[in-house]
């Protein structure tokens, strides 16, 4: 089978790490050229470092706080200016803040709004008019944008916004050949799945452990996200916009 994503340009945000990053890794083994965004500087530079490696040229670094216009304008800047186009445009980076509204600061409230949302209006008003040859964009929801979860109130809230955005952003674009769909995975083994337990004070396998209890007995892996990015990303789904697709184990089920 050829590359899937061969002569295309794509950005991947929190791209330093878990899905992230193995989806930057898989972009690149498909042919793509990849900007490699992240707050994460150094993450970032590892990430794309671990790109150079086998297809010397083919990833940039791009040290980003995508809650913030400028960053964003900058990131989309790097991959016209540095590899000539943009084709493929991959929301990951998000944030969670585990707590009931209860314990929940307003300053923490905006944060996740900023990061999980914002970064997403910010990202598409800047790459949508550089994907001149049309495109893909890849919004990374949750399933706790589909249904509700506990301790979770804004993450929850943010992940739905990014669900509704997604649609409206294929109704307004799909004329300009920019289809815009959105990857809803349940738990997968990352760092930030690691950070919740934290968060909540919980013994990491005990938490793993409820992380598992769903259909197919098992979290997911970084790399089994990755997979369904590409789906989504690549012309294998050509008429597929607006889309929420569930990558869960059968959780939702
Ligand atoms: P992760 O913490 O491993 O990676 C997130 C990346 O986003 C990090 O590299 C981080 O530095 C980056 N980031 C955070 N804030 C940023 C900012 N302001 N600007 C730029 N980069 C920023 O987490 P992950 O599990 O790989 O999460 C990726 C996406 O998947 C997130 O949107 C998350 O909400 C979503 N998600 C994860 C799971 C899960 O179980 N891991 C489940 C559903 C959805």
Request: with cysteine; aromatic share 4%.
């Amino acid at each position: 089978m050829n590359a899937q994503l061969e002569g295309k340009v794509a950005i991947v945000t929190g791209g330093a790490s878990g899905i992230g990053r193995a989806t930057a890794l898989l972009f690149a083994q498909e042919g793509a050229r990849v900007v490699v965004a992240d707050i994460d500087g150094p993450g970032a530079e590892a990430t794309a470092a671990q790109i150079d490696a086998v297809r010397p040229g083919a990833a940039l670094a791009v040290r980003a706080d995508v809650s913030s216009p400028d960053d964003c304008r900058r990131v989309v800047e790097s991959a016209t200016g540095t590899f000539g186009g943009l084709h493929v445009l991959f929301n990951n980076a998000g944030i969670i803040r585990r707590t009931t509204a209860l314990d929940l600061d307003v300053e923490e409230w905006d944060r996740v709004m900023a990061v999980n949302v914002r970064s997403v209006f910010l990202m598409c008003k800047y790459a949508v008019p550089a994907m001149t040859e049309g495109g893909s964009i890849v919004n990374t929801g949750s399933g706790w944008g589909l249904k509700g979860g506990g301790n979770a109130l804004s993450y929850c809230a943010s992940k739905a916004a990014v669900v509704n955005m997604t649609r409206a952003l294929a109704i307004d674009h799909a004329r300009a050949g920019i289809r815009v769909n959105s990857v809803n995975p349940g738990d997968t083994d990352t760092p930030m799945l690691r950070d919740e337990a934290r968060q909540l004070g919980e013994d990491w396998t005990a938490f793993a452990s409820d992380a598992a209890d769903r259909p197919m007995g098992r979290a997911g892996t970084p790399e089994e996200i990755a997979r369904a990015v590409l789906f989504l990303a690549g012309d294998a789904s050509s008429y597929v916009t607006g889309s929420a697709l569930v990558v869960d184990g059968g959780g939702l089920a």
